[in-house]
């Protein structure tokens, strides 16, 4: 059974940092993509960031380009999220997802995912 279990939300002021954390088990993972997607209230989830566990290749939406970037620790199986510059406008539950593979933006093509962590920015 996948598990995903994100951490390193909270409330920072506009132009600060965060960096989220998603552990993952349950599986081998080298083989798939992780990724981190975000809602905000009244929103769709949309796409983040997404890392290809064996080749590290990564894909990063434009919204965020330049000031976020993913990466991984294998020995811990771990994704990190690196948010920088945050504006208000990243306020956003942020979720961790898995799928086989190949990368994707697309929402419902992730078939598991965690709990969120909220991230608040203020102006």
């Known amino acids: 059974q996948v598990q995903l279990v994100e951490s390193g939300g909270g409330l920072v002021q506009a132009g600060g940092s965060l960096r989220l954390s998603c552990a993952a088990s349950?599986?081998?993972?080298?083989?798939?993509?992780m990724a981190w997607f975000r809602q905000a209230p009244g929103k769709e989830r949309e796409f983040v960031a997404g890392?290809?566990?064996?080749?590290?290749?990564?894909l990063i939406a434009d919204s965020v380009k330049g000031r976020f970037t993913i990466s991984r620790d294998n020995a811990k199986n771990t994704v990190y999220l690196q948010m920088n510059s945050l504006k208000p406008e990243d306020t956003a539950v942020y979720y961790c997802?898995?799928?086989?593979?190949?990368?994707?933006?697309?929402?419902?093509?992730?078939?598991?995912w965690g709990q969120g962590t909220q991230v608040t920015v203020s102006s």
């Open positions: 349950g599986r081998t993972f080298n083989r798939y993509v």
């Open positions: 997802a898995v799928r086989p593979d190949v990368m994707s933006t697309v929402r419902t093509t992730y078939g598991y």
């Open positions: 890392i290809k566990w064996n080749s590290g290749s990564t």
